[in-house]
Nanobody, 117 residues
Framework: QVQVVESGGGFVQPGGSLRLTCEAS????????VGWNRRTPGGQDEMVAT???????IYSPSVKGRFTISRDDSKNTAFLQMNNLRPRDTATYFC???????????WGQGIQVTVSS
């Protein structure tokens, strides 16, 4: 069973930064796309950012220029660097992994990020 674990969340004031980490028990060379997604307190789901095995990235317009997604396949780890955080970034953040076969999709349990003064 593949395990996906997020870490690095917490409480931060507006304008602050956090770095989320996603670690998995699967070889990242088998993962085509790593994604970060979030669910707001109101229950709205949003794709935040994705990165392919080739390094191509896509960002939600709401975070572009502030967040950076990256992956280290040698460590089976992905990251989401979040700068200039805003209260509307408050959400539970989830890491998702899309297997290259297209037949498997893995999710972490989520981690809370709260931005408030």
């Amino acid at each position: 069973q593949v395990q996906v674990v997020e870490s690095g969340g917490g409480f931060v004031q507006p304008g602050g930064s956090l770095r989320l980490t996603c670690e998995a028990s699967i070889n990242f060379n088998e993962i085509n796309v790593v994604g970060w997604n979030r669910r707001t307190p109101g229950g709205q789901d949003e794709m935040v950012a994705t990165i392919t095995i080739g390094g191509n990235t896509i960002y939600s317009p709401s975070v572009k220029g502030r967040f950076t997604i990256s992956r280290d396949d040698s460590k089976n780890t992905a990251f989401l660097q979040m700068n200039n955080l805003r209260p509307r970034d408050t959400a539970t953040y989830f890491c998702s992994l899309s297997h290259r076969s297209g037949r498997a999709y893995y999710w972490g349990q989520g981690i809370q990020v709260t931005v408030s003064s």
